[in-house]
């Protein structure tokens, strides 16, 4: 059984387009994240949610929205796509917010 | 702003060698330090992690060295072999309301 599952896997699409990415963890943690690692690898928290609570927005641009319905899933909703926002997004979970993240398989995201 | 420097950006040793990788933080309020290996394609997953209240851990072939006065920490891969060629992330967090912040990386190539 996969822990944290993301899907899809790749994702290619146009400008101005609106995508979503959705995950799903099964390790009954309490705090989801989302993650954005850029082409040097750099990985970067966007949102982090606990029990439902939004805790962390950094300064993403709010074309980015996470939604979760529920303590399982965190969904990352990007509207109105720019070329910048061609990454890797890394979904990711953990018992305790700031401790042991476990980590999904990554959605590659291209932006053409 | 960086709050977690992580040296040197690639490294390349040989099969028997031993590779070391090193992190400074900023905040002296994190208290949680892990360690992510990550192989292409594949999301991170937690290597090794330490706490402040010991200098030294080994899981392995892996040992994290830590310095509290200078808040720095280590990764050393006693005996590398080629599958241990990765990138490795380490990053810095805690339950104190720290959000787990990763350094930049470092691209790991173990020859034959």
């Known amino acids: 059984d996969t822990a944290v599952s993301q899907t899809p896997k790749y994702l290619v699409t146009q400008m101005g387009n609106d995508k979503s990415i959705k995950c799903e963890q099964n390790?009954?943690?309490?705090?989801m994240y989302w993650y954005k690692q850029d082409s040097k690898k750099f990985l970067k928290i966007m949102f982090s949610y606990n029990n439902k609570e939004l805790i962390i927005n950094e300064t993403v641009p709010n074309r980015f929205s996470p939604k979760s319905p529920d303590k399982a899933h965190l969904n990352l909703h990007i509207n109105s796509l720019e070329l910048g926002d061609s990454a890797v997004y890394f979904c990711?979970?953990?018992?305790?917010?700031?401790?042991?993240?476990?980590f999904g398989q990554g959605t590659r995201l291209t932006v053409v | 702003q960086q709050q977690v420097k992580q040296s040197p950006q690639s490294l390349i040793v040989q099969k028997g060698g031993i590779p070391i990788i090193n992190c400074a933080y900023e905040n002296t309020a994190f208290d949680y330090f892990p360690w992510y290996q990550q192989f292409p394609g594949k999301g991170p997953a937690l290597l090794i992690a330490?706490?402040?209240?010991?200098s030294e851990k080994k899981e392995g072939r892996f040992t994290i060295s830590f310095n509290k006065s200078a808040k720095q920490f280590s990764l050393h891969i006693m005996d590398s072999q080629p599958g241990d060629s990765a990138t490795y992330f380490c990053?810095?967090?805690?339950?104190?309301?720290?959000?787990?912040?990763f350094g930049g990386g470092t691209r790991l190539m173990v020859k034959p």
């Open positions: 990711a979970s953990s018992q305790v917010w700031g401790t042991e993240a476990f």
């Open positions: 990053a810095a967090g805690g339950n104190a309301g720290n959000m787990l912040t």
């Open positions: 390790l009954g943690h309490d705090t």
């Open positions: 330490i706490r402040p209240d010991v």
